[in-house]
């Protein structure tokens, strides 16, 4: 069975930073495109970030330069380095893969970004 495990989120101010980490086991992490997406109550889950097993990247358009996703294939850990946060920023944050035929998510991170 594969596991997602995110932390690091919490409140932050306009302009802060926050890195959310999500910890994976049960796949071969080394070979799997990972992803993060965030999803705001009563919206649908948007994409956020990308990252191909070779450290290929694609963002959001809404997020492009101030976040950044990065993979540890030793410690099968994905990030998401959040800069320059917004209040639009806020949202439930889900660390995602798709493996063995089936999408896997965690359980998810709240980042906080008062206006």
């Known amino acids: 069975q594969v596991y997602l495990v995110e932390s690091g989120g919490g409140l932050a101010q306009p302009g802060e930073s926050l890195r959310l980490s999500c910890k994976a086991s049960?796949?071969?992490?080394?070979?799997?495109?990972m992803n993060w997406y965030r999803q705001v109550p009563g919206k649908q889950r948007d994409l956020v970030a990308t990252?191909?097993?070779?450290?290929?990247?694609n963002y959001a358009d809404s997020v492009m330069g101030r976040f950044t996703v990065s993979r540890d294939n030793v410690r099968r850990t994905l990030y998401l380095q959040m800069n320059s946060l917004k209040s639009e920023d806020t949202a439930v944050y889900y660390c995602?893969?798709?493996?063995?035929?089936?999408?896997?998510w965690g359980r998810g991170t709240q980042v906080t970004v008062p206006a």
């Open positions: 990252i191909s097993a070779d450290g290929g990247t």
């Open positions: 995602h893969t798709y493996n063995r035929n089936r999408d896997f």
């Open positions: 049960g796949l071969n992490f080394g070979i799997a495109a």
